[in-house]
Protein backbone atom coordinates (compact mmCIF):
# COMPACT_ATOMS: atom_id res chain seq x y z
CA UNK A 1 0.00 0.00 0.00
CA UNK A 2 3.27 2.20 0.19
CA UNK A 3 3.04 5.08 -2.43
CA UNK A 4 6.17 6.54 -3.66
CA UNK A 5 6.36 10.52 -4.88
CA UNK A 6 8.45 13.89 -4.42
CA UNK A 7 6.13 15.87 -2.39
CA UNK A 8 5.96 19.70 -3.69
CA UNK A 9 7.03 22.30 -1.51
CA UNK A 10 3.51 23.78 -1.59
CA UNK A 11 0.28 22.52 -2.29
CA UNK A 12 -3.22 23.99 -1.61
CA UNK A 13 -5.78 23.10 0.95
CA UNK A 14 -9.08 22.06 2.08
CA UNK A 15 -9.84 22.67 5.42
CA UNK A 16 -13.11 20.92 6.77
CA UNK A 17 -15.22 21.14 10.04
CA UNK A 18 -15.30 17.64 11.42
CA UNK A 19 -12.76 15.81 9.45
CA UNK A 20 -9.49 14.12 10.22
CA UNK A 21 -8.05 12.28 7.55
CA UNK A 22 -4.85 9.72 7.09
CA UNK A 23 -2.46 8.26 4.91
CA UNK A 24 -3.69 5.35 3.29
CA UNK A 25 -7.31 6.41 3.70
CA UNK A 26 -9.72 7.37 1.25
CA UNK A 27 -11.64 10.23 1.14
CA UNK A 28 -14.92 10.97 -1.04
CA UNK A 29 -15.22 14.13 -1.48
CA UNK A 30 -17.87 16.77 -3.31
CA UNK A 31 -16.34 19.67 -4.58
CA UNK A 32 -18.86 22.49 -5.23
CA UNK A 33 -17.18 25.93 -4.36
CA UNK A 34 -15.85 27.95 -6.70
CA UNK A 35 -12.47 28.28 -4.98
CA UNK A 36 -12.35 24.69 -4.65
CA UNK A 37 -13.27 24.05 -8.22
CA UNK A 38 -10.44 25.98 -9.11
CA UNK A 39 -8.03 24.48 -6.73
CA UNK A 40 -9.40 20.91 -8.38
CA UNK A 41 -8.90 22.11 -12.12
CA UNK A 42 -4.83 23.46 -11.08
CA UNK A 43 -4.60 20.07 -9.08
CA UNK A 44 -5.49 17.89 -11.92
CA UNK A 45 -3.45 20.11 -14.36
CA UNK A 46 0.02 19.17 -12.27
CA UNK A 47 0.49 16.86 -9.24
CA UNK A 48 -3.33 16.00 -8.79
CA UNK A 49 -2.10 16.12 -4.91
CA UNK A 50 -3.54 18.87 -1.87
CA UNK A 51 -3.65 18.48 1.60
CA UNK A 52 -6.71 17.97 3.73
CA UNK A 53 -6.72 19.67 7.19
CA UNK A 54 -9.40 19.77 10.44
CA UNK A 55 -10.73 23.06 11.46
CA UNK A 56 -9.30 24.30 14.27
CA UNK A 57 -12.42 25.72 15.80
CA UNK A 58 -10.64 26.98 19.48
CA UNK A 59 -9.23 29.57 16.86
CA UNK A 60 -12.41 30.31 14.79
CA UNK A 61 -12.56 33.95 16.33
CA UNK A 62 -8.77 35.08 15.50
CA UNK A 63 -8.16 33.71 12.29
CA UNK A 64 -10.04 32.71 8.56
CA UNK A 65 -10.62 29.17 8.75
CA UNK A 66 -7.91 28.09 11.00
CA UNK A 67 -6.87 24.76 10.29
CA UNK A 68 -4.86 22.45 12.85
CA UNK A 69 -1.09 22.42 11.85
CA UNK A 70 -1.05 18.68 11.00
CA UNK A 71 -2.59 17.86 8.36
CA UNK A 72 -2.48 14.59 5.85
CA UNK A 73 -2.00 15.31 1.72
CA UNK A 74 -3.64 13.03 -0.96
CA UNK A 75 -3.47 12.14 -4.20
CA UNK A 76 -6.71 12.36 -6.58
CA UNK A 77 -7.34 9.09 -7.33
CA UNK A 78 -11.08 9.37 -9.45
CA UNK A 79 -12.77 12.50 -10.18
CA UNK A 80 -15.77 13.37 -12.48
CA UNK A 81 -16.73 16.32 -13.24
CA UNK A 82 -20.38 16.86 -13.57
CA UNK A 83 -22.70 20.04 -16.26
CA UNK A 84 -23.11 21.99 -13.85
CA UNK A 85 -19.56 22.19 -12.93
CA UNK A 86 -19.40 20.38 -9.60
CA UNK A 87 -17.31 17.34 -9.24
CA UNK A 88 -17.02 13.50 -7.30
CA UNK A 89 -13.91 12.95 -6.45
CA UNK A 90 -11.78 9.95 -4.37
CA UNK A 91 -8.73 11.21 -2.39
CA UNK A 92 -6.42 8.78 -1.02
CA UNK A 93 -3.93 10.10 1.77
CA UNK A 94 0.05 10.37 0.89
CA UNK A 95 1.57 11.48 3.96
CA UNK A 96 0.80 13.29 7.50
CA UNK A 97 2.75 16.79 6.91
CA UNK A 98 3.08 20.35 8.53
CA UNK A 99 2.24 23.52 7.58
CA UNK A 100 5.21 26.03 7.92
CA UNK A 101 3.66 28.95 6.43
CA UNK A 102 -0.12 29.78 5.01
CA UNK A 103 1.19 31.28 1.71
CA UNK A 104 -2.40 32.80 0.31
CA UNK A 105 -6.28 32.25 0.53
CA UNK A 106 -6.79 33.79 -3.01
CA UNK A 107 -7.93 32.27 -4.64
CA UNK A 108 -8.19 28.85 -2.41
CA UNK A 109 -5.18 28.48 0.53
CA UNK A 110 -2.24 27.41 -0.41
CA UNK A 111 0.71 26.51 2.24
CA UNK A 112 4.29 25.62 2.96
CA UNK A 113 4.26 22.24 3.96
CA UNK A 114 6.80 19.69 5.85
CA UNK A 115 6.80 16.07 5.24
CA UNK A 116 6.57 13.86 8.86
CA UNK A 117 7.35 10.67 8.98
CA UNK A 118 6.61 8.31 11.60
CA UNK A 119 9.07 6.76 14.25
CA UNK A 120 8.48 2.78 15.25
CA UNK A 121 8.96 3.73 18.35
CA UNK A 122 9.79 0.27 19.75
CA UNK A 123 10.46 -2.95 18.29
CA UNK A 124 9.13 -4.83 15.13
CA UNK A 125 7.96 -7.38 17.50
CA UNK A 126 6.47 -5.41 20.04
CA UNK A 127 4.68 -2.98 17.16
CA UNK A 128 3.64 -6.16 15.96
CA UNK A 129 2.05 -7.98 19.16
CA UNK A 130 0.41 -4.30 19.79
CA UNK A 131 -1.23 -4.48 16.65
CA UNK A 132 -2.65 -8.27 17.34
CA UNK A 133 -3.95 -6.49 20.44
CA UNK A 134 -5.60 -4.11 18.89
CA UNK A 135 -7.61 -5.95 16.18
CA UNK A 136 -8.56 -8.49 18.50
CA UNK A 137 -10.26 -4.97 20.42
CA UNK A 138 -11.87 -4.25 16.94
CA UNK A 139 -13.16 -7.56 16.40
CA UNK A 140 -14.46 -8.06 19.95
CA UNK A 141 -15.92 -4.20 19.55
CA UNK A 142 -17.76 -5.27 16.43
CA UNK A 143 -19.18 -8.42 17.54
CA UNK A 144 -21.11 -6.56 20.33
CA UNK A 145 -22.68 -4.16 18.10
CA UNK A 146 -19.94 -1.16 18.02
CA UNK A 147 -19.55 0.48 15.04
CA UNK A 148 -18.09 -0.82 11.74
CA UNK A 149 -19.08 -3.64 9.07
CA UNK A 150 -17.72 -7.54 8.44
CA UNK A 151 -15.81 -6.75 5.73
CA UNK A 152 -13.70 -3.51 7.46
CA UNK A 153 -13.13 -5.61 10.07
CA UNK A 154 -11.97 -8.34 7.44
CA UNK A 155 -9.96 -6.13 5.83
CA UNK A 156 -7.98 -4.75 8.60
CA UNK A 157 -7.15 -7.96 9.68
CA UNK A 158 -5.54 -8.33 6.24
CA UNK A 159 -3.13 -5.38 6.94
CA UNK A 160 0.05 -6.62 8.83
CA UNK A 161 1.72 -3.05 8.65
CA UNK A 162 1.41 -1.78 11.79
CA UNK A 163 1.23 2.12 10.87
CA UNK A 164 -1.14 1.51 8.06
CA UNK A 165 -3.56 -0.88 10.20
CA UNK A 166 -3.80 1.72 13.14
CA UNK A 167 -4.19 4.99 11.11
CA UNK A 168 -6.71 3.13 8.93
CA UNK A 169 -8.20 1.80 12.06
CA UNK A 170 -8.31 5.09 13.34
CA UNK A 171 -10.05 6.64 10.10
CA UNK A 172 -12.91 4.46 9.54
CA UNK A 173 -13.66 3.69 13.30
CA UNK A 174 -12.85 6.36 15.92
CA UNK A 175 -15.75 8.69 16.28
CA UNK A 176 -13.69 10.81 18.66
CA UNK A 177 -12.95 13.64 17.04
CA UNK A 178 -10.14 14.92 19.13
CA UNK A 179 -8.32 11.66 19.49
CA UNK A 180 -8.34 11.17 15.79
CA UNK A 181 -6.41 14.51 15.25
CA UNK A 182 -4.01 13.36 18.49
CA UNK A 183 -3.20 10.30 16.53
CA UNK A 184 -2.85 12.22 13.60
CA UNK A 185 0.10 14.42 14.75
CA UNK A 186 1.58 11.52 17.04
CA UNK A 187 4.25 10.07 14.89
CA UNK A 188 5.08 7.36 17.23
CA UNK A 189 3.88 3.77 15.54
CA UNK A 190 3.63 2.66 19.28
CA UNK A 191 2.10 5.77 20.66
CA UNK A 192 -0.05 5.73 18.09
CA UNK A 193 -1.36 1.71 19.05
CA UNK A 194 -1.16 2.50 22.71
CA UNK A 195 -3.76 5.62 22.24
CA UNK A 196 -6.05 3.36 19.71
CA UNK A 197 -5.87 0.36 22.12
CA UNK A 198 -6.61 2.20 24.58
CA UNK A 199 -9.76 3.89 23.42
CA UNK A 200 -10.81 -0.16 21.77
CA UNK A 201 -10.73 -1.15 25.20
CA UNK A 202 -12.39 1.90 26.76
CA UNK A 203 -15.47 0.95 23.66
CA UNK A 204 -15.67 -2.51 24.66
CA UNK A 205 -15.63 -1.93 28.51
CA UNK A 206 -18.06 0.46 27.82
CA UNK A 207 -20.91 -2.15 25.85
CA UNK A 208 -19.88 -4.79 28.12
CA UNK A 209 -20.96 -2.29 31.19
CA UNK A 210 -24.30 -1.14 28.98
CA UNK A 211 -25.52 -4.95 28.17
CA UNK A 212 -24.79 -5.77 32.05
CA UNK A 213 -27.02 -3.17 33.07
CA UNK A 214 -29.89 -3.28 30.38
CA UNK A 215 -30.06 -6.38 30.88
CA UNK A 216 -33.23 -8.25 28.31
CA UNK A 217 -34.79 -4.76 28.06
CA UNK A 218 -34.75 -3.25 24.19
CA UNK A 219 -33.15 -0.26 23.35
CA UNK A 220 -36.34 1.64 23.36
CA UNK A 221 -37.10 0.31 26.60
CA UNK A 222 -33.86 0.36 28.41
CA UNK A 223 -34.99 3.57 30.62
CA UNK A 224 -37.14 0.75 32.22
CA UNK A 225 -34.52 -0.57 33.92
Known amino acids: ?10 VAVM ?15 RIFEP ?3 A ?6 DSHRLFAVAGLNMQRMASAFEPPYRIATVGIVRASQEHEDGTSNLMLQGITRVEF ?26 ENAR ?47 TRLKQRLLETL ?3 ERLALLNHWAQG ?10 LQGELSDDNISNN
Do not use: H
Not at 39 to 44: F, I, P, Q, S
Open 1 to 10: MEIELTLPEE
Open 15 to 29: TLPNVTFFPQALLPL
Open 35 to 37: RYR
Open 39 to 44: MLRDAL
Open 100 to 125: TEIITDTPYRRVRIRALPSDPGASDA
Open 130 to 176: QRARLSRLLSTRFRLGGDGSSELTKFLRSIDDPEVFTDLAAYNLCND
Open 188 to 190: SVR
Open 203 to 212: EVDAIKLRRS
